[in-house]
């Protein structure tokens, strides 16, 4: 008996699956699959990317649709518009024989009207975008009161992404008292925890491994370079792998684009994937994928997310993410459907602590790899075309024709002379570029205290008075100074306090960086940005320093002269201090995460709640109006005792 019968399914989806060639039920499959159908309890599962979660709550939804009744009954959330097309194409090949039931996708970058007409007709289950489905509801052509499932796909992204607020509005408008809600995430962080404990009652949890845990099937490793041999190490890394068909993650969509370009000129097939694409090029990117006529893929994170397709044998990760739940979700792109891939990352001398944080996270072991060498490149890729060779089939038909001027033109070579002259085409191309090359290797206790400072000679810590009271976290930081249109700007470290942030900028970007900054306007007052006089890797609170009139080395307690009488004691001259005067108040910075959004059509969205106008001539003009619109501040009267 089919095992998928005997968890419950029915003969018309059954059927659909074995077309699809699916022998044997994943776990999550195995697990979910009757607690959905029997239960009418909420649900969360928790399982790796790339484990069969789409077929672990498609099928028991499509099992339990009244073909008959044409109102909505399913409602999927998905975080990305590559991956809501993916689950409503499984979804209809699910339904392959079950004809009476409409899949109907919604996303933003395609004709709302095309998707308006489609709801019109009908269809029993909607696969959604947060953003798009809002607008189809207020327009009155997404009617979901009466929906009877809800399922929450890959959770943990979409409230990354900063949809918590599309989430709560739309599952405040399923108003059905009989509503079950299943949510299906890689990883539970505290927001997700929060949204099942705000819509959730008493819901059934299954867990696939570990929290957090990586799947199984993949492989870690890491390489450790130099920043500036990055992009060499990753040309290395490709070629080592002859057969290498896989995604490089990278942070911004500037290095996505810069980094596809720079391995396309280098003879590589390789194309980008990102927000700042249409979205016909991003489905002609994906198709080229899909198809194979790409054997790399350069994206972010977000444009990345979705991407379902079968064999991708390595991701390499060109930096490691702020937020380790990325890396799980990264990671996933490979070993889908019980096959096995490599995660590799391309890691910085100081991200060293990273990787322990990693592997902690994942609950997996990340293996320490050589760069390989030049002469070991040449030898891979002599036994790839050797192997190659081998496979080739030769059509006789064709080729039958030609052989005599080919055998003519090579009877005076030996066969061995055939052999190396044949293999060496190819050979010669990898030896000649590697001849030369150096040891790109840096081992962990390279860092001594000259070359550490060698390495952060051309990055400066820069303070810039953005922080956690702005709703801002590393990725809104990484997008706002992706927004400032500065270019290629290299960006080190980031570490975001409650009323500020320090990020790490390469020296030649800083003077610009600053400038920019220091033009823009957020919510009335002015942004600040200077260099932090400690500049250094710790973690401390060293906001821009100010004087000390202190005696060197301190002094002994006892040569104070009495508190009573201070007229001799010398004030702090505060001339140097950065210029506070346009920050907020206590009280005001208290209140920041509680104001509203108005006007929120100006402005564009960065990180999870972060806003900031648009970066042009008027905010510039807008912010020098504010300078010499402001009274100069008031000096302080001290109390005298």
């Given amino acids: ?28 499959q195995e697990k979910a699959i009757p607690v959905l159908l029997d239960t009418k309890k909420d649900f969360i599962g928790l399982a790796s990317t790339g484990t069969g979660k789409t077929a672990a709550f498609g099928l028991p939804l499509l099992q339990q649709i009244d073909v008959e ?40 970058g395609a004709s709302i009207d095309q998707q308006m007409r489609e709801l019109r007709r009908g269809g029993q289950i909607i696969v959604a975008t947060p953003g798009r489905l809002i607008d189809l509801i207020k327009r009155g052509s997404a009617k979901i009161n009466d929906v009877d499932i809800v399922i929450l796909d890959e959770a943990d992204e979409m409230l990354n992404m900063g949809f918590k607020d599309d989430i709560d509005f739309i599952l405040e408008n399923v108003l059905s008292e009989e509503r079950r809600t299943w949510l299906f995430s890689a990883t539970m962080p505290a927001e997700v925890r929060a949204i099942s404990k705000k819509f959730m009652e008493e819901p059934f949890e299954l867990t696939m491994g570990s929290k957090n845990a990586t799947n199984t099937n993949i492989s870690h490793e890491f390489y450790m370079v130099r920043a500036k041999h990055r992009y060499e190490a990753l040309k290395r890394v490709v070629d080592l792998n002859p057969q290498i068909f ?14 596809a370009e720079k391995l396309m000129k280098d003879g590589y097939d390789a194309d980008a994937l990102h927000g700042d694409l249409s979205q016909a ?8 994928f899909r198809e194979r006529s790409l054997q790399l893929l350069v994206a972010t994170d977000v444009a990345a997310r979705g991407i379902d397709v079968d064999n991708i044998t390595h991701v390499i990760n060109y930096g490691l993410p702020d937020e380790l739940e990325v890396y799980t979700h990264r990671s996933g792109r490979t070993a889908r459907a019980g ?4 995660a590799i990352s391309i890691v ?60 003519d033109e090579l009877k005076d070579l030996s066969k061995e002379d055939v052999i190396k002259k044949f293999v060496s085409i190819e050979f010669n191309r990898f030896l000649s570029y590697y001849e030369n090359a150096g040891d790109l290797n840096m081992s962990e206790s390279e860092r001594s205290e000259r070359g550490d400072r060698n390495e952060r000679s051309n990055m400066e810590r820069i303070f810039v008075s953005l922080g956690e009271l702005d709703r801002i976290d590393k990725a809104g930081m990484l997008k706002f100074i992706n927004s400032l249109r500065l270019g290629r700007i290299e960006v080190g470290r980031i570490d ?28 009335g007052r002015e942004l600040k940005a200077e260099k932090s006089a400690g500049d250094h890797d710790g973690g401390g609170d060293d906001r821009p320093k100010r004087k000390s009139f202190r005696k060197e080395g301190g002094g002994d307690r006892g040569d104070r002269k009495p508190r009573g009488d201070r007229s001799d004691r010398p004030r702090s001259d505060r001339s140097d201090r950065p210029d506070r005067s346009d920050r907020s108040s206590s009280s005001d910075r208290s209140d920041r995460s509680e104001r509203s959004s108005e006007g929120a059509g100006e402005k564009k969205s960065y990180g999870k709640d972060f806003y900031f106008p648009d970066f042009d001539s008027s905010h510039k003009k807008e912010s020098k109006k504010a300078k010499e619109d402001s009274p100069a501040p008031k000096k302080r009267k001290r109390s005298s005792i």
């Avoid at 968890?7 to 999550?28: H, K, Q, Y």
């Avoid at 990305?80 to 996708?105: F, G, H, M, W």
């Avoid at 090029?281 to 080229?288: E, F, G, H, L, T």
């Avoid at 790899?369 to 080739?392: N, R, T, Y």
Wanted: charged share 25%; proline share 4%; net charge neutral.
């Fill in 69 to 108: 009744d044409r109102r909505t009954q399913g409602l999927i959330l998905a975080p990305t518009r590559e991956l809501c097309n993916q689950i409503a194409k499984d979804l209809s090949s699910y339904a392959i024989n079950l004809p009476k039931i409409d899949v109907v996708a919604v996303y933003g």
């Fill in 1 to 28: 008996m089919n095992p998928f019968i005997q968890l419950g399914i029915s003969p018309e989806l059954v059927a659909a699956v074995e077309t699809l060639g699916f022998e044997n039920p994943t776990p999550i």
């Fill in 348 to 407: 910085h001398s100081k991200e060293q602590g990273r990787v322990r944080q990693l592997e902690k996270f994942t609950k997996a072991t990340f293996v320490k790899k050589e760069i390989p060498s030049g002469k070991e490149i040449c030898e891979q890729q002599l036994f790839s075309l050797v192997a190659k060779v081998h496979k080739v089939e030769v059509n006789e038909e064709e080729i039958k024709s030609y052989l005599p001027h080919i055998f």
């Fill in 246 to 259: 896989g995604i490089v993650f990278t942070r911004t969509k500037i290095e996505a684009q810069e980094i």
């Fill in 281 to 288: 090029q991003r489905d002609k990117v994906m198709a080229r």
């Fill in 339 to 342: 096959k096995t891939g490599i």
């Fill in 496 to 523: 975001i306090k409650r009323s500020f942030s320090f990020v790490q900028i390469e020296s030649s970007m800083v003077d610009e960086f600053m400038d920019t900054i220091n033009n823009w306007v957020y919510e």
